[in-house]
């Protein structure tokens, strides 16, 4: 059983701490490798290598910058296969969904590649008189990134292209459960041509997060994950003076009007829901059903969840994958054993491949939930689609708007005006009209609101240059020495 290691100095090395966690192959419920997870010692290791990489990484030109973005990209589309493989592998998603995630995180770096025209200041000639004035973007130093089990592949995309570009160097900690990606990320970096150093990888868990947090090199950090240990992250890393981005969790509401195309509408919530298992951040876990669109969307949603394949990478038919352990699985699986007053409509228990070894679940509907049950309360991360039903727009804007997340929402409908006032009035960081997942595109930025998000800055596009660089103004003049003189009173401007 082999070692995944750490990327330190443009290398991967051995773990030395002697602790290791667990790998596994989530569609056999079997150990497939290990991490050896990283000590503070190796965690500060690390940052120090970031941060003699930084003066020379930080001087190199803007065109030399995104020279290696280009070269990353070419060199992360020649491997999409491998790379979709290897995610399949460890994570469980099924290739094509795989190979869909990373097409969304090439996006990112073809953004990152703009840097040159994105990062430029402005300049005011003539501010007052013989006085010019201009503004500058200079990266912070090295920064970190956490980044969660769902997509080892995206997410650290989103960070660490415009993070590098910007002229800082970076140390990602990606999850112990899936983390073979970050470390190919991180070789095919520097084939592109980025100086050893000024990317690094280690492995592990709370331990080397906390590292992370409280290390006085490390001017930013990244985070996605979890509410609870977003808010943690936030709350620990500004105490320490570090400007910190933290997505939390979510719980995306569909609202469907009863003017909706009901097929469109069922479609749409089927794909939202359960690809990637649900183990998505954007992924679709409340259909708020309307009036009259209830009935018969809840019978076009049953009617296609019946037919989902669900199976393992390796199933070529396979579209729905396991989940990410048997802990998690158990867990979501949970909320199907005691659904209260809910009616479950389909129970992905009695799914024949749950009878066999990995972690599946199959894809669940439950019709009828009340807003205090735990099925609408919680995020549970897994293929579980909740209906809830009310009896008009109002309501629906109402159930959105008070939910303790604010990530994504959508709605369905023909009405042009319901859809405008829709966007206008919800409480929440992106918004689908007609669109399930409205997940942007890298040229804006991606995030929530509400306990979707802590700090100033969403992640990735044109909000993450700024996260990465602060903004320097000068103020320049080049006087005739003969009119110096000394003036004690508040500088002028005309």
Request: proline share 6%; net charge negative; with cysteine.
């Amino acid at each position: 059983m082999h070692e995944i290691k750490h990327w330190l100095d443009g290398t991967a090395v051995e773990g030395t701490s002697g602790r290791r966690l667990p790998v596994w192959d989530p569609a056999t419920g079997e150990q497939q490798a290990y991490v050896v997870a990283a000590t503070a010692e190796e965690t500060a290791r690390a940052v120090a290598s970031a941060q003699r990489a930084y003066p020379g990484w930080r001087a190199a030109s803007l065109s030399r910058r995104a020279e290696v973005m280009f070269r990353f990209r070419e060199l992360v589309d020649a491997h999409r296969k491998e790379i979709a493989s290897l995610i399949s592998a460890e994570h469980g998603k099924t290739v094509a969904d795989a190979a869909g995630e990373l097409a969304r995180g090439l996006e990112n770096i073809e953004f990152a590649a703009g840097a040159p025209h994105l990062l430029k200041g402005g300049y005011s000639e003539q501010a007052s008189t013989g006085v010019d004035v201009y503004s500058i973007r200079q990266p912070l130093g090295v920064v970190a990134g956490i980044t969660p089990f769902n997509f080892p592949a995206m997410v650290p995309l989103w960070m660490l292209c415009n993070a590098l570009v910007c002229g800082n160097t970076f140390v990602l900690k990606p999850s112990e459960k899936d983390p073979s990606v970050a470390l190919m990320l991180a070789d095919l970096l520097r084939q592109a041509g980025l100086p050893d150093g000024a990317f690094n990888v280690v492995q592990g868990d709370r331990e080397a997060v906390e590292t992370l947090i409280d290390h006085p090199d490390v001017r930013a950090l990244s985070f996605v994950g979890s509410t609870p240990i977003a808010r943690a992250v936030y709350e620990r890393g500004t105490r320490a003076g570090k400007r910190v981005q933290a997505l939390g969790g979510a719980k995306n509401h569909m609202v469907v009007l009863p003017d909706a195309d009901i097929d469109a509408a069922a479609d749409a919530a089927v794909s939202a829901g359960y690809g990637s298992a649900g183990e998505r951040c954007m992924a679709i876990s409340v259909v708020v059903a309307v009036g009259a669109s209830a009935d018969p969307l809840v019978e076009a949603i049953k009617e296609r969840v019946g037919r989902i394949s669900v199976g393992p990478a390796t199933d070529p038919a396979a579209e729905m994958g396991p989940l990410i352990s048997r802990e998690h699985r158990d867990k979501v699986a949970g909320y199907l054993a005691e659904p209260g007053a809910a009616e479950v409509v389909v129970d992905g228990r009695s799914a024949p491949i749950c009878e066999g070894p990995g972690f599946f679940l199959g894809a669940s509907l439950v019709d009828k939930v009340p807003t205090d049950s735990p099925l609408y309360t919680d995020e549970i991360f897994g293929p579980v689609l909740a209906v809830v039903r009310v009896d008009s727009y109002e309501q629906a804007l109402e159930l959105v708007n008070d939910n303790e997340f604010g990530n994504g929402t959508a709605i369905f409908t023909r009405d042009g005006g319901a859809a405008r006032q829709f966007q206008y009035d919800v409480v929440c960081g992106m918004v689908g009209v007609n669109v399930p997942v409205p997940v942007p595109v890298a040229y804006y930025s991606f995030g929530g609101w509400k306990s979707s998000l802590f700090g100033d800055l969403h992640m990735y596009g044109p909000e993450g240059l700024q996260f990465y660089t602060r903004t320097k103004v000068v103020t320049s003049r080049w006087p005739d020495p003969a009119t110096s003189e000394v003036d004690l009173g508040f500088p002028k401007v005309r």
